[in-house]
């Protein structure tokens, strides 16, 4: 019996698909987004006249379907490669959290697109690029296909700002 209890954890690859952590993680994912996917069939359709863009009823199906396809990958790339355990979360997760405060007050008293773009060239950083020109082009390409993602596929506006207003008027 002792000897039984000082082994160790059995190894993950010999238990079954269900017990192992990535499973049980991807699993509440996508049990929680199909639950909220079956809650939009209820959304009532707004009239053409009314709607800029895309319905909004289609917006919320397209995300959760993103985030179930999404986590089908994830999953299947952890039975090829699976997760190492850490005995803590490494430093750059902290600072990313850091950064999504530093993004909330940006866009909250500056600007929505530059609280994009510093956040995007931040969090790039600190998970390790550190060519110059490479964050340069994330700060403008990415808040700048957000931009025309919402502005033009879902037809919304960004709040006023400081970038904002030059474009806006």
């Not at 959304?43 to 995300?63: A, E, M």
């Not at 089908?72 to 803590?88: A, D, T």
């Not at 020109?133 to 033009?152: G, H, K, N, R």
């Amino acid at each position: 019996m002792n000897n039984v209890q000082s082994k160790k954890r059995a190894n993950q690859k010999s238990l079954p698909f269900f017990v192992r952590d990535a499973f049980r993680v991807c699993f509440v994912i996508i049990f929680i987004s199909i639950i909220l996917l079956i809650s939009t069939f209820s959304f009532d359709i707004v009239p053409p006249i009314l709607n800029r863009g895309i319905q909004p009823v289609t917006f919320p199906k397209g995300l959760l379907i993103l985030i179930i396809s999404l986590t089908l990958i994830v999953y299947y790339l952890s039975l090829k490669n699976p997760w190492k355990i850490e005995k803590k979360l490494p430093k750059p997760f902290f600072i990313t959290l850091l950064n999504f405060v530093l993004f909330v007050i940006i866009s909250k008293f500056l600007d929505f697109f530059l609280a994009i773009s510093v956040l995007s060239v931040l969090v790039s950083y600190f998970w390790g690029e550190r060519r110059i020109l490479y964050l340069i082009m994330v700060s403008i390409i990415f808040p700048i296909i957000v931009f025309i993602f919402f502005e033009t596929i879902l037809g919304l506006r960004f709040p006023p700002g400081i970038i904002t207003n030059l474009y806006y008027y």
